[in-house]
Antibody, heavy 119, light 108 residues
Framework: EVQLLESGGNLVQPGGSLRLSCAAS????????ISWVRQAPGKGLEWVSV????????YYADSVKGRFTMSRDNSKNTLYLQMNSLRAEDTAVYYC????????????WGQGTLVTVSS | EIVLTQSPGTLSLSPGERATLSCRAS???????LAWYQQKPGQAPRLLIY???SRATGIPDRFSGSGSGTDFTLSISRLEPEDFAVYYC?????????FGQGTKLEIK
């Protein structure tokens, strides 16, 4: 069974940093691209970043470029999102989602972890 | 960046009725790269349709997707009580992904 489990969400002050993790199981993690998608309270889905199976050159939404860094450790089947210079508008539930290649959609999602940026 | 605009914002229907949800792109999208998701309160999104018209595993056949270019449609033939939720379209292009703003399907 494919499972994605996010962790690391917390309350952080504006300008602060946080690292999210996404632990994967039930599939060949190293062979799949994975994304982070976030959802602000009461709002829609916003794509954040993607990292492909090789782990090189992640891509980011303009809203987080230069502040967030995505990485993966294929030996641990784990994905990371390092978030720096956090802003109030980064407050959201952050989901990791597996990408099915060829059609480039999100076929499995984690349950999400809440990041709150507030003083 | 391709912008996806979904309409209507809210759709009020009764169980048993047919629902038609629209997703319009600001530029042409490859049909292979258009997907639809369902999200219920407090839950993660669930994949319904990929490649514009292929149902994901376990999705009932009352859900269908169609369209090409800049206009795509999600149809639900006979609404069941569990279908009332928020629906999002999503596209992929040049290593970037975007979602529509969502359509809320509510019970009339």
């Amino acid at each position: 069974e494919v499972q994605l489990l996010e962790s690391g969400g917390n309350l952080v002050q504006p300008g602060g940093s946080l690292r999210l993790s996404c632990a994967a199981s039930g599939f060949a993690f190293s062979s799949y691209a994975i994304s982070w998608v976030r959802q602000a309270p009461g709002k829609g889905l916003e794509w954040v970043s993607v990292i492909y199976s090789g782990g090189n050159s992640p891509y980011y939404a303009d809203s987080v470029k230069g502040r967030f860094t995505m990485s993966r450790d294929n030996s641990k089947n784990t994905l990371y999102l390092q978030m720096n210079s956090l802003r109030a508008e980064d407050t959201a539930v952050y989901y990791c989602a597996r990408i099915r290649g060829s059609y480039w959609h999100f076929d499995y999602w984690g349950q999400g972890t809440l990041v709150t940026v507030s003083s | 960046e391709i912008v996806l605009t979904q309409s209507p914002g809210t759709l009020s229907l009764s169980p048993g009725e047919r629902a038609t949800l629209s997703c319009r792109a600001s530029q042409s999208v490859s049909s292979n790269f258009l997907a639809w998701y369902q999200q219920k309160p407090g839950q993660a999104p669930r994949l319904l349709i990929y490649g514009a018209s292929s149902r994901a595993t376990g999705i009932p056949d009352r859900f269908s997707g169609s369209g090409s270019g800049t206009d795509f449609t999600l149809s639900i033939s006979r609404l069941e009580p569990e279908d009332f939720a928020v629906y999002y379209c999503q596209q992929y292009g040049r290593s970037l992904y975007t979602f529509g703003q969502g359509t809320k399907l509510e019970i009339k």
